[in-house]
């Protein structure tokens, strides 16, 4: 089983839709757990955290499932500048042995006009 | 707003040849980090490095790889003997402390071609 698993997409939607991403990981003592935005041959950038309570930052929802070892985005009223991959990412495990960052391979979203 | 600088942003080089990727962390950062990724597949941690030493590395990072901090500010990358399949997109990051939810920033990365 892959340490992190992401549909690969592409997802294709238009102007203003809702679309949602999932996420599995593998390891249960996973501490954090993070949803990075990537542009095409660019860094992967800090999009949010998510917490076992859920979050929220504006158009973007994230939801996280201990139990489950499952992790969501929504993204509500697309917009064409949020085309990019999105990236399932957890870090560390509980007592802090590391801190190394674990990617999916992303889910491709193209928000079309 | 602070960033991680990474230099070149494209290396081309032959087979067998040494390369260096250098990065500038961000200055009051404490931990440093170097990912690749191989072009269409997901992003893979190399090595991290705290007070002068590595403290985690993975299976990708062999003997043919090594990082150095000379001075304050550089954090250096050097494959010693090059394949083609370290063409990748290397990317530095840092972060300032080492406990859950810290963010990790990302250098805007150097792309290596092996030839």
């Known amino acids: 089983r892959k340490e992190v698993e992401q549909d690969p997409g592409p997802f294709n939607v238009p102007e203003g839709a809702t679309v949602a991403f999932n996420c599995t990981y593998s390891n249960s003592a996973s501490q954090s757990f993070f949803w990075y935005r990537q542009d095409c041959r660019k860094e992967p950038k800090l999009l949010m955290s998510?917490?076992?309570s859920g979050n929220e930052d504006g158009r973007f929802t994230a939801q996280l499932n201990r139990a489950s070892q499952y992790i969501s985005l929504l993204i509500r009223d697309s917009k064409l500048s949020d085309s990019a991959t999105y990236l399932c990412?957890?870090?560390?495990?509980?007592?802090?042995?590391?801190?190394?960052?674990?990617f999916g391979t992303g889910t491709l979203l193209a928000v079309q006009p | 707003e602070p960033e991680v600088t990474q230099t070149p942003s494209h290396q081309v080089t032959q087979m067998g040849q040494e390369v260096i990727l250098r990065c500038v962390p961000i200055?009051?950062?404490?931990?440093f980090y170097w990912y690749r990724q191989i072009l269409g597949q997901k992003v893979e941690f190399l090595v991290s490095?705290?007070?002068?030493?590595?403290?985690?590395k993975s299976e990708i990072f062999d003997d043919q790889f090594s990082v150095e901090r000379p001075d304050g500010s550089n954090f250096t990358l050097k494959i010693r003997s090059t394949k083609l399949e370290d063409s990748a997109m290397y990317f530095c990051a840092s972060s300032e402390a080492w406990r859950a939810n810290t963010e990790a920033f990302f250098g805007q990365g150097t792309r290596l071609t092996v030839v």
């Open positions: 490095f705290y007070n002068n030493e590595i403290s985690e």
């Open positions: 990412v957890v870090n560390g495990e509980l007592g802090g042995a590391t801190n190394k960052l674990i």
């Open positions: 200055s009051n950062h404490l931990y």
């Open positions: 998510v917490y076992s």
